[in-house]
């Protein structure tokens, strides 16, 4: 690996409404040859891969027949050379000083990840779906930084990891892997996440997250004590914010909602936003 050379991993999974707005963003303001950016099309039938090869020359894009985010992130670090990755869901906006700064805080001594804080945007969601979400954004988790959709790993990192397995929860596997002590949170690092816009989909997408948990304590990641913990925390400082109270009741409805769903639809591997997948510009 090359020194001071970094990689940014997305895989990419029939994205071609969102790809062009998340590189547009992050190559924004990088300088030449700063990011060696590889997006992953796993499994695409649409046109991911023409898109970024025609408006993103310095990109580079594997194709992969196998619809699967693990094994795209899997082909992505094998063919990376940078000695810290990025590794960014493909409708995630971050921009370049912020990904310069996950990238600078994982190589820090000691550290083997980096995270940032997540902003999210409701804009035309359900009240329902806004309700969630402003209960949801006082979880202990989330307070913490968010460990999910922008996470760079040092060499380090990179080495504990290894290969992932073939999980639904990807973003909570590594979470689990790496300790606590070892991760950087930016508090500077925010990265925009447009919300689903209607009931459905939110608790589909809610749907897989806890499948996806219940995936990793099969495995033995020793999660839920910890999780559970959180979830308290939550009821805690809903408890005592009075004027949260109304929204809690659409936000435990939908977790009510979500948790059923998870349990009938097992089989299913990847539930996404569809209402947020809109053409971005150019």
Request: aromatic share 6%.
């Amino acid at each position: 690996m090359n020194a001071r050379f970094s990689s940014v991993v997305i895989p990419a999974h029939n994205e071609e409404t969102v790809i062009g707005r998340t590189l547009e963003v992050l190559l924004r303001d990088a300088r030449a040859g700063e990011l060696e950016v590889i997006v992953i099309c796993n499994g695409c039938s649409d046109r991911t891969a023409s898109c970024v090869r025609s408006r993103f020359p310095s990109v580079t894009v594997l194709e992969l027949e196998q619809a699967s985010k693990t094994t795209a992130i899997n082909a992505g670090l094998a063919a990376s050379h940078g000695d810290a990755v990025l590794l960014l869901d493909a409708d995630i906006e971050l921009q370049t000083r912020d990904a310069r700064a996950l990238l600078e805080a994982a190589r820090r001594p000691g550290m083997e990840a980096a995270i940032g804080h997540m902003d999210t945007n409701t804009e035309g969601a359900h009240w329902m779906v806004r309700a969630f979400y402003r209960v949801w954004m006082e979880h202990p988790y989330l307070r913490k930084g968010k460990f999910a959709a922008s996470i760079a790993l040092s060499a380090a990192g990179l080495k504990r990891v290894g290969s992932l397995p073939e999980v639904t929860a990807d973003d909570t596997y590594l979470r689990c892997m790496i300790p606590a002590d070892r991760v950087a949170v930016v508090d500077s690092v925010r990265f925009l996440v447009r919300t689903p816009r209607t009931v459905r989909s939110l608790v589909h997408v809610r749907a897989r997250s806890y499948r996806g948990n219940r995936e990793l304590d099969a495995l033995g990641s020793g999660n839920q004590a910890h999780f559970s913990g959180e979830a308290q925390g939550l009821l805690k400082r809903v408890a005592a914010r009075p004027a949260l109270w109304p929204d809690a009741l659409s936000y435990f409805a939908i977790t009510l909602a979500a948790r059923r769903r998870s349990l009938r639809d097992s089989g299913t591997r990847w539930e996404r936003d569809m209402t947020t997948r809109t053409p971005s510009a150019g």
